[in-house]
């Protein structure tokens, strides 16, 4: 598995956002958390500066030729580019500056997120107000857009931090909702029609295809994540929050393992947390070790297959825990390296 893996040498890495709305700040700390060799640094999001930060907002800013605003229900699709576009697209040139700076000279795994086209569709409203999701046209044009955009975003990432092999992270927390016909109308009184899994695999598949032969991830911090849909779509990881597994997903998580997917497990709590809890790191992952002996997996495996996180982005926590959450994945995934049994 070692030697097929796309992340080998990655030992932790962040979700996607963090606190605050200092963009310096925020590069300057993901950096010096995981720009080591052994993490993975990401650029940041910096949802607490407003509509447009936020991970849909900063995904419809990256759409070509569509656009979006801001409605009190949520983002909807625009004829035009607004105000609220125009930010979104500002706010992340100002986050590519500050990547800029604190990786020059970087060579190595460096990830960049967007929202999925079935996360983005069920969260983005027709101009009637019901999701994107309620029209199979709709979100055809919608995906098609964001391929697009997506190559633009990585070619900019490229030029910006040179020395960079860049990973593409598609976040899909409502990909299970979608799946299973759980996302409600705008009424809230109805849900949308289950997606074809076929469609939805598909799609995620010419999304995830985007970034060539780079490395790829999915991140759903949702309970019930479809892991064997994301490994036939081609994501290379999947990324979730170890503390949702449950035991009859274990069968589908050992098949992925022995296919050569990496999981990026979220084992870190996400939000200002006792301070015990990053207090010890091999407690941390004591879970994982139990999982792959619960498998029958060889332990001398484990870093090979296993990247930590946290259970999902930073943006609720305070920068000081924020820092502190990095940092601790990047101990307990030593501790994982140096104490596998």
């Known amino acids: 598995m070692s030697e097929k893996s796309k992340f080998s040498g990655c030992a932790a890495t962040g979700i996607g956002s963090m606190p605050g709305g200092d963009a310096r700040e925020a590069a300057r700390t993901v950096a010096g958390s995981f ?10 999001e910096l949802p607490a500066r407003g509509p447009g930060a936020d991970m849909t907002g900063r995904t419809i800013g990256l759409l070509v030729e569509m656009f979006g605003h801001v409605e009190p229900s949520g983002w909807r699709i625009s004829d035009r580019p607004g105000r609220d576009t125009r930010r979104a697209r500002s706010w992340l040139g100002e986050d590519l500056d500050a990547l800029e700076e604190y990786t020059q000279g970087y060579e190595g795994l460096l990830k960049v997120q967007a929202v999925g086209p ?14 994107m999701l309620a029209d199979p046209g709709a979100c055809r044009d919608l995906a098609g857009s964001l391929a697009e955009g997506l190559r633009g975003h990585l070619a900019e990432v490229r030029r910006r931090v040179p020395g960079a092999e860049v ?8 990909l299970t909702a979608v799946l299973l016909g759980r996302v409600r109308s705008a009424s809230g009184y109805r849900t949308y029609r289950a997606v074809d899994r076929q469609v939805v695999e598909g799609t995620l598949r010419d999304l995830l295809a985007v970034n060539g032969e780079g490395p790829t991830a999915v991140h759903s911090c ?20 170890f503390s949702l597994l449950t035991e009859r997903e274990e069968e589908a ?8 997917t990496q999981l990026f497990l979220g084992v870190i709590p996400g939000v200002d947390a006792a301070s015990t809890a990053l207090s010890d790191p091999g407690g941390s992952v004591m879970g994982v070790r139990t999982l792959w002996s ?4 060889n332990p001398g495996t484990l870093t090979e ?14 920068p000081a825990y924020a820092r502190a959450a990095l940092a601790h994945c990047a101990r307990a995934a030593r501790s994982l390296a140096d104490n596998p049994e």
């Open 35 to 44: 720009g080591d060799g052994q993490g993975m640094p990401y650029l940041a």
């Open 118 to 131: 079935w996360t983005l569709a069920a969260g983005l409203e027709l101009r009637g107000g019901e999701a």
């Open 167 to 174: 990973v593409l992270q598609l976040d899909e927390p409502s």
């Open 222 to 241: 949702a309970p019930e994540v479809p892991f064997a849909l994301l490994r036939r779509a081609g994501a290379d990881a999947v990324s979730f929050d």
């Open 253 to 260: 998580i050992g098949e992925a393992v022995e296919g050569g």
């Open 294 to 297: 619960r498998l029958g997996f």
């Open 305 to 318: 297959s296993v990247v930590i996180t946290p259970s999902c982005g930073l943006a609720g926590a305070s």
